[in-house]
């Protein structure tokens, strides 16, 4: 079944994995990383940079959503996806150099306006994409391999990492799990369609099979 499932679809799975494996790495230990190694840290802060993210993140994705719409063809939303999950892997390396709660702040505040690009241009290529007979199969498997799996085996993993060799080592290794996800989307450029002046994007249709 799995070598039935198209190009684009595993390979943004894939991406999907590492990309997530990324950031839940350091999710459990992020307040820990926020009381101990930012100045003045505290609960506060920590619920306070979450909110910063999902505000900004809320505010511009529907807008962002509006303006990929307009222009047909899919070039757009996949520059779109692919420049928000590059450039959010800069976040993680931002983290290591954050001092006080303002520049976490401005971290977050960015890591908002990069991903309210990615998500809407995620959605629409997979979408686009999925094969229409194992619609509820494919996105269940981006749901359990990408995110829950990712998921499972990062926190674990993170957590041990960041007692042992610290944040540091953590954030490194987590911006390089991003980026290297952005490089798997990037081999998918020459597979997006409506290249051409003229061509429209729709979903594609469901092929008999007997």
Request: charged letters at 15%.
């Amino acid at each position: 079944m799995f070598k039935e499932i198209n190009k684009i679809v595993k390979t943004i799975v894939v991406a999907d994995f590492f990309y997530n494996a990324a950031f839940a790495s350091f999710g459990p230990v992020f307040a820990i990383f926020i009381t101990t190694q930012i100045q003045g840290g505290s609960a506060k802060v920590a619920g306070f940079a979450a909110a910063i993210y999902w505000i900004v993140k809320s505010i511009f994705q529907l807008p962002i959503a509006r303006f990929l719409d307009t222009t047909d063809g899919e070039r757009d939303d996949f520059w779109a996806m692919f420049a928000g999950y590059l450039l959010s892997g800069l976040v993680p390396i931002a983290y290591i150099f954050a001092k006080t709660p303002a520049h976490l702040y401005l971290i977050q505040a960015f890591y908002g306006v990069v991903m309210a690009w990615a998500v809407p241009a995620w959605y629409s290529i997979f979408t686009r994409h999925v094969d229409k007979w194992r619609i509820s199969f494919e996105w269940s498997l981006d749901s359990v391999f990408s995110v829950g799996l990712a998921a499972s085996i990062a926190t674990a993993l993170g957590g041990y990492i960041a007692d042992r060799f610290g944040f540091a080592v953590l954030f490194l290794g987590s911006s390089l799990l991003a980026v290297f996800a952005s490089g798997l989307l990037f081999s998918l450029r020459g597979e997006m369609r409506g290249r051409k002046q003229g061509d429209k994007v729709t979903p594609e249709l469901p092929q008999h099979r007997y």
